[in-house]
């Protein structure tokens, strides 16, 4: 059984940035592909980006493609996201997840097998 628990969220100024890393443990880390999800209020939660199990592919929602990074550190058992240029339709709870599928982890929440239970990111204007 994996564990996740996300940190780094908080309220930041429209143009801001923000690191958002998500430890794992409980499981062989480099065994999983991660990504990262976001819900905002009222809405499904949506694919934000994706990593392979070495960091050597990674994968983006076109709304963040740009402005957001995902990275790996398997030496920490961490995943990270970095946002920058942040705008306020950015506000969202942050889900870090991981998958069995450590080369294709994906875009669909149905291929993710383990979840944290989120960090809230607030964009003012």
């Known amino acids: 059984q994996v564990q996740l628990v996300e940190s780094g969220g908080g309220l930041v100024q429209a143009g801001g940035s923000l690191r958002l890393s998500c430890a794992a443990s409980g499981g062989t880390f480099s065994n999983y592909g991660m990504g990262w999800f976001r819900q905002a209020p009222g809405k499904e939660r949506e694919f934000v980006a994706a990593?392979?199990?070495?960091?050597?592919?990674?994968y983006y929602a076109d709304s963040v493609k740009g402005r957001f990074t995902i990275s790996r550190d398997n030496a920490k058992n961490t995943v990270y996201l970095q946002m920058n240029s942040l705008k306020p339709e950015d506000t969202a709870v942050y889900y870090c997840?991981?998958?069995?599928?450590?080369?294709?982890?994906?875009?669909?929440?149905?291929?993710?097998?383990?979840w944290g239970q989120g960090t809230q990111v607030t964009v003012s204007s």
């Open positions: 990593i392979n199990w070495s960091g050597g592919s990674t």
């Open positions: 997840a991981a998958t069995r599928l450590p080369n294709r982890p994906g875009r669909d929440t149905k291929n993710y097998d383990y």
